[in-house]
């Protein structure tokens, strides 16, 4: 089993990675909050991070996660990238 592991060369690789996060959960919350849409999704996830308790439920959960080429991401990003390979180099 270890032999199908993929070797690591002591410096880790570094991509650009396209995830779409899939969540179906069911919140007790007031409803005045569900209607600020700039702070709903950082109160969304924070209740999902949590996990169940008496205020959450989870119903349904997908990540799907897919490599994409360097140049597909923004000018920032691929500076980034960049910066973090030359270090990883070193």
């Given amino acids: 089993m270890a032999d199908s592991l993929p070797k690591s060369s002591g410096s880790p690789q570094v991509g650009v990675y396209e995830c779409e996060i899939t969540l179906k959960f069911r919140l007790l919350e007031e409803s005045q909050v569900m209607n600020n849409r700039e702070h709903l999704l950082e109160l969304l996830m924070d209740a999902f991070s949590y996990g169940n308790d008496e205020f ?35």
């Fill in 56 to 90: 959450v439920e989870t119903l349904d959960s997908q990540v799907d996660i897919v490599e994409v080429p360097a140049v597909e991401a923004s000018p920032l990003m691929r500076r980034q990238l960049i910066r973090l390979s030359n270090r990883s180099r070193d």
